[in-house]
């Protein structure tokens, strides 16, 4: 995959809002193709928001995202709390599911996309597992089957929501490798992530919110101690911004 001279998605004047409650404010800004970018900001900043607005599942309330992406085309890890791991699937089924083409389809279709499932679960470290149910695997091998599908699905531009909280120190490791390999191949990575030490040692850019941007650019410079108190002092103040849904007194 070579990389795109041009910017993937950009952001122009984006106002995001939940019952017309403003999460994020007037971002603006551009993710170049083939970077890869950190999403860094407190709780409650907007991060998990801007990533569903991406991917199309909020409606901006205000500005837009600007993007020729096709729906297949942006793969998307969504935080662990939202994924529900009681359904009745095995691991083989659940890689599948990452190739939108295969799914629903039979014969040889089918068996090629098995067979690139299988080779997915390799890469992540989970050779033998094809057939577990998805409930009996531990927080770290359900994220290693994740990234499999993510494999499988191939996509451009890739967003991981937290990819790596209540992960064990060793699948981060791997799993961070596999995000390396991506961004070798020239595609497009963004990560919410909390741990700042990763963000500085594995991500050349970050995007640092609070409901508003703080800076977005090379890591060293944004993650600056000033604009990480900033952030912090901003977060503070989120309850204040209860504007609209605050009953009149
Ligand atoms: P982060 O991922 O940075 O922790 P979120 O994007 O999840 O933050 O949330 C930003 C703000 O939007 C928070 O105040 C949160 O309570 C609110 N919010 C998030 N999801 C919803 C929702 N589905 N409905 C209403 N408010 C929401
Ligand atoms: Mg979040």
């Known amino acids: ?18 019952d017309r409650h403003p999460a994020v404010h007037h971002l603006s800004g551009t993710l170049k193709a083939g970077s890869l970018t950190a999403i860094a900001g407190p709780n ?12 199309g599942e909020l409606k901006p309330a205000e500005g837009r ?3 020729r992406l096709g729906r297949t085309e942006i793969g998307y890890l969504p935080q662990a709390a939202e994924i529900n791991r009681r359904f009745p699937i095995d691991v083989l089924d659940t890689v599948l599911l990452g190739d939108w083409k295969a799914s629903g389809a039979f014969g040889r279709v089918r068996h090629a996309a098995m067979e690139r499932a299988r080779q997915a679960l390799q890469t992540v470290g989970l050779d033998g597992f094809e057939k577990r149910p998805i409930g009996s695997l531990s927080a770290g091998q359900f994220q290693r089957v994740l990234f499999a599908r993510l494999l499988l699905q191939d996509a451009r531009v890739i967003l991981l ?16 490798e596999i995000v ?3 961004h070798g191949e ?3 990575v963004v990560a919410v992530l909390h741990d700042f030490d990763q963000v500085r040692s594995h991500f050349p ?10 800076g977005w ?33």
Do not use: Q
């Open 65 to 67: 995202i600007e993007h």
């Open 1 to 18: 995959m070579s990389a795109h001279p041009e910017p993937v998605i950009r952001l122009h004047n984006l106002t995001l809002a939940y």
């Open 161 to 176: 929501d937290e990819p790596f909280t209540a992960i064990d120190a060793r699948t981060t490791r791997d799993l961070l």
């Open 44 to 55: 409650g900043a907007g991060k998990s928001t801007l990533m569903k607005a991406i991917v």
């Open 217 to 249: 650019g090379p890591t060293e410079e944004v993650m600056a101690p000033e604009n990480l108190m900033r952030a912090r002092a901003m977060a503070e103040r989120f309850d204040e911004n209860a504007e609209v849904c605050e009953p009149a007194a």
């Open 205 to 214: 850019e970050t995007l640092l919110i609070a409901r508003e941007l703080i």
């Open 186 to 188: 020239g595609r497009t």
């Open 180 to 182: 390396a390999s991506w």
